[in-house]
């Protein structure tokens, strides 16, 4: 089977689905890889270094011609999906970062056409799956670069310094959510010597970041059933998000930066930092806010914009990892490889309804949209019990 690999469509993407390092495991497997002429550039990879590990170049006719197309950002996550949707062929399979519960359209469109579509933000947190959690790795890297760009637009310092002209006191963060995201900030503001505070709805995290030498701000609040069986954060009421910001106002308004990463998969990102938070921050604190492309969690939050707010920088980040194309693409590649290696057998692509894994990213398959929470997004009716239908 051939694996074809294009070149992104989004404009900002640097991103590549596959790099050389991991071409020889899936050659071994039995599998062929074409990549569209040019699709490593962004992230520093050459045409040569491709055919160096056996991969051929083609043309994007080429590539979406391939028994599988591997993209980063494919149907509902690119900026122009329809372009490569009249590139759909039936019987074909694409695999990749899909979008399918926030722009479900282009998932339905590709089933019509007689895709198969498996989408990797539904991998399920399960441990065998821990390699191929494309969302744990990009978040990683979104994490760490948010402090970099923080303490790259505060006007001072993170560490204390004392010198003999006087003592500089540290920088305080505030980090709002503590998944990998979060965990990841943390540990790098820790590094540059700031004072950091964290605050998660899940209190099950507490243990996490107090390891990474940050303060557990505790809350006041009901926090039973703050997160669903696969670990992710559930939408909270607006009682309780009401609650929340009243409590978190204080840690706000005595912090340098603030840096928001809480977000809901496939929902609006809910709003905990209000515009009254803002003003009531220091003249030059900054805001970063993660959950920009969902709508952001800073209410003066402008995606992919940064703005000044009364003397407070808000940096309304999207895409944060392609801003490291070499090692996003480094990371995102094993985790699509090794997803490749989970459905190969005997040097083909195999499509296992019953695998836990294969259940829970398959989206549209034989001309449906066979997974439930995307059919919801779409307002299609339940399927009927069959070996195709995830089981959420």
């Given at each position: 089977?051939?694996?074809?690999?294009?070149?992104?469509?989004?404009?900002?993407?640097?991103?590549?689905?596959?790099?050389?390092?991991?071409?020889?495991?899936?050659?071994?497997?039995?599998?062929?890889?074409?990549?569209?002429?040019?699709?490593?550039?962004?992230?520093?990879?050459?045409?040569?270094?491709?055919?160096?590990?056996?991969?051929?170049?083609?043309?994007?006719?080429?590539?979406?011609?391939?028994?599988?197309?591997?993209?980063?950002?494919?149907?509902?996550?690119?900026?122009?999906?329809?372009?490569?949707?009249?590139?759909?062929?039936?019987?074909?399979?694409?695999?990749?970062?899909?979008?399918?519960?926030?722009?479900?359209?282009?998932?339905?469109?590709?089933?019509s056409r007689g895709a198969t579509v498996l989408s990797l933000e539904l991998m399920p947190r399960i441990t065998r799956a821990q390699s191929m959690d494309?969302?744990?790795?990009?978040?990683?890297?979104?994490?760490?670069?948010?402090?970099?760009?923080?303490?790259?637009?505060?006007?001072?310092?993170?560490?204390?310094?004392?010198?003999?002209?006087?003592?500089?006191?540290?920088?305080?963060?505030?980090?709002?959510?503590?998944?990998?995201?979060?965990?990841?900030?943390?540990?790098?503001?820790?590094?540059?010597?700031?004072?950091?505070?964290?605050?998660?709805?899940?209190?099950?995290?507490?243990?996490?970041?107090?390891?990474?030498?940050a303060t557990f701000v505790e809350m006041e609040l009901e926090t039973e059933g703050a997160q669903d069986a696969g670990g992710y954060a559930r939408e909270?009421?607006?009682?309780?998000?009401?609650?929340?910001?009243?409590?978190?106002?204080?840690?706000?308004?005595?912090?340098?930066?603030?840096?928001?990463?809480?977000?809901?998969?496939?929902?609006?990102?809910?709003?905990?930092?209000?515009?009254?938070?803002?003003?009531?921050?220091?003249?030059?604190?900054?805001?970063?806010?993660?959950?920009?492309?969902?709508?952001?969690?800073?209410?003066?939050?402008?995606?992919?914009?940064?703005?000044?707010?009364?003397?407070?920088?808000?940096?309304?980040?999207?895409?944060?990892?392609?801003?490291?194309?070499?090692?996003?693409?480094?990371?995102?590649?094993?985790?699509?490889?090794?997803?490749?290696?989970?459905?190969?057998?005997?040097?083909?692509?195999?499509?296992?309804?019953?695998?836990?894994?294969?259940?829970?990213?398959?989206?549209?398959?034989?001309?449906?949209?066979?997974?439930?929470?995307?059919?919801?997004?779409?307002?299609?009716?339940?399927?009927?019990?069959?070996?195709?239908?995830?089981?959420?």
């Amino acid at each position: 089977m051939r694996i074809g690999v294009p070149k992104e469509s989004s404009p900002e993407e640097r991103r590549v689905a596959l790099v050389p390092a991991v071409l020889p495991s899936l050659k071994k497997a039995g599998l062929e890889i074409v990549v569209e002429s040019g699709a490593g550039l962004a992230a520093g990879v050459t045409d040569e270094e491709y055919t160096n590990k056996g991969a051929t170049i083609g043309s994007r006719d080429d590539v979406f011609a391939a028994d599988v197309v591997a993209g980063v950002r494919l149907l509902g996550a690119a900026a122009e999906p329809l372009g490569d949707l009249q590139r759909i062929q039936s019987g074909k399979i694409w695999i990749g970062t899909c979008e399918p519960l926030a722009e479900p359209q282009p998932i339905e469109e590709a089933a019509s056409r007689g895709a198969t579509v498996l989408s990797l933000e539904l991998m399920p947190r399960i441990t065998r799956a821990q390699s191929m959690d494309v969302l744990s790795s990009m978040a990683m890297l979104a994490g760490y670069k948010a402090v970099l760009l923080a303490a790259n637009t505060l006007p001072k310092m993170f560490p204390m310094m004392i010198t003999a002209a006087g003592t500089v006191t540290p920088a305080r963060v505030f980090i709002i959510g503590a998944g990998v995201a979060g965990l990841q900030a943390i540990s790098t503001a820790k590094r540059l010597g700031a004072v950091v505070e964290a605050y998660d709805v899940r209190p099950a995290v507490k243990e996490q970041v107090e390891s990474l030498g940050a303060t557990f701000v505790e809350m006041e609040l009901e926090t039973e059933g703050a997160q669903d069986a696969g670990g992710y954060a559930r939408e909270q009421g607006e009682e309780f998000l009401n609650k929340q910001r009243e409590l978190m106002t204080r840690v706000i308004a005595g912090s340098d930066v603030v840096i928001t990463t809480a977000a809901v998969p496939g929902r609006k990102a809910p709003l905990l930092v209000t515009q009254a938070m803002v003003e009531g921050m220091p003249r030059g604190s900054v805001v970063v806010d993660l959950a920009a492309e969902r709508g952001g969690n800073c209410e003066v939050t402008q995606p992919g914009e940064t703005i000044d707010h009364q003397g407070v920088t808000i940096l309304g980040l999207v895409n944060l990892p392609s801003t490291l194309p070499r090692d996003a693409s480094q990371l995102i590649a094993k985790n699509i490889a090794t997803f490749l290696l989970h459905l190969t057998e005997e040097g083909k692509i195999q499509i296992d309804p019953e695998d836990e894994i294969t259940r829970g990213t398959l989206v549209a398959r034989d001309g449906e949209v066979v997974h439930s929470r995307v059919r919801e997004a779409l307002g299609l009716p339940p399927l009927e019990p069959t070996a195709n239908e995830p089981s959420q």
